[in-house]
């Protein structure tokens, strides 16, 4: 008699508030941009267009075997990050841009989510991959960021492969500093020793778009409900002064925290470390109670424009929310999950 009055209570609490369509958490989960930035239909040819729509969608595709075979959520997001490194295309790893004295300095973030470990590197100039640098500096170090030389030299010590700086020159990133130093009255520096003649160096592919963003990052949710958080970069074009943005500034672009969100940003690094970005939507959704997107739109659309900070970031959290968000008129990103297919999208109006 007790049993059947509970289960009709049972039943009209479930018809007096029918359960909302909540779409399933995924098992696995995965989102990732390639740079935000002043990037519009108008600037950008079929041919570019394409190139960078392949590679988004193969880098995601890397990421997303990792993460269907049950590895974890930091493995997806180096793997993803180091085919990004790899391709010219993106300002990280090979095809970064230069500083004013002719350098690729790169910057790394890697954050885990489960125990809130974190290890960053800045200013690195001879580890071919600085997101497994960064990787290494939390797993096997007792800190949480080196810098410079000293940073390089860990590497090694890690067993990471070393390259000669000319690996990371491309003349589309020479191009855009001759330019850029050309604007601001600067001395253009000698080319990079090791680096092709300028008359050997054709450049192949893609030729230089102009928007001033390329920074790789991603975040990833695997099937143990883990998530991490990577993003590389070489900053901005013509930095100086060992400038160092907030790529690897744990917090302002990059962070993860099971229990709110996992964060990768990219834009002007000057106005994301000052908002403490990644943190500061991670917090709202953990202690505001905001949803991600709501967060996300906060911080980035709201709380940066008002301080003239462009940009934008990706995240996602435990529970399967994924999302975007910018101010620019572009961003390279794409995402998949086991829920729904992958997409990949540049302009403002995709969805
Ligand atoms: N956020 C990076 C920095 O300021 C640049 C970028 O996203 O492209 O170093």
């Known amino acids: 008699m007790r049993l059947a009055a509970s289960l009709w209570i049972v039943l009209a ?41 392949k590679a988004m969608a193969g880098a995601l595709a890397e990421g997303q075997r990792v993460l269907e075979k049950g590895g974890s959520a930091m493995d997806a997001v180096e793997a993803t990050i180091k085919v990004m490194e790899d391709d010219p295309l993106f300002n990280a790893g090979r095809g970064a841009v230069f500083t004013a004295e002719g350098r690729n300095e790169l910057d790394a973030a890697f954050m885990d989510g489960a125990t809130m470990k974190a290890g960053s590197v800045a200013g690195v100039t001879r580890t071919r991959h600085p997101i497994s640098l960064a990787r290494s500096v939390m797993e096997k170090s007792p800190h949480v960021m080196l810098i410079g030389h000293g940073a390089d030299q860990f590497a090694k010590v890690a067993g990471l492969e070393q390259v000669d700086p000319a690996y990371f020159f491309t003349e589309r990133r020479w191009q855009q500093l001759e330019k850029t130093l050309n604007e601001q009255r600067l001395p253009i520096p000698t080319r990079p020793i090791n680096a092709p003649s300028a008359a050997r160096s054709i450049s192949r592919g893609p030729q230089p778009d102009d928007h001033r963003f390329g920074t790789v990052g991603v975040v990833a949710l695997d099937q143990k409900g883990d998530i991490a958080a990577g993003t590389s970069t070489g900053g901005m074009t013509a930095k100086r002064w060992n400038r160092v943005g907030d790529a690897p500034i744990i917090g302002a672009g990059t962070y993860a925290d099971n229990r709110s969100c996992a964060v990768s940003a990219t834009g002007s690094g000057e106005y994301f470390i000052r908002l403490t970005v990644a943190r500061t939507i991670c917090a709202l959704v953990q202690y ?30 435990a529970d399967g929310q994924l999302v975007w968000s910018f101010n620019t008129p572009g961003m390279y990103r794409a995402r998949a999950s086991s829920e729904e297919p992958a997409v990949v999208a540049i302009y403002k109006d995709e969805p």
């Open 13 to 53: 609490l479930a018809i007096a508030s029918p359960a909302t369509a909540q779409a399933p958490t995924p098992k696995w989960a995965l989102v990732i941009h390639g740079g935000a930035g002043v990037i519009e239909r108008a600037n950008m040819d079929a041919g570019t267009e394409a190139a960078y729509r």
């Open 288 to 317: 505001k109670g905001l949803s991600l997107q709501a967060a996300a739109d906060e911080v980035v659309r709201k709380q940066l424009p008002a301080i003239n900070g462009d940009g934008g970031i990706i995240a996602l959290s």
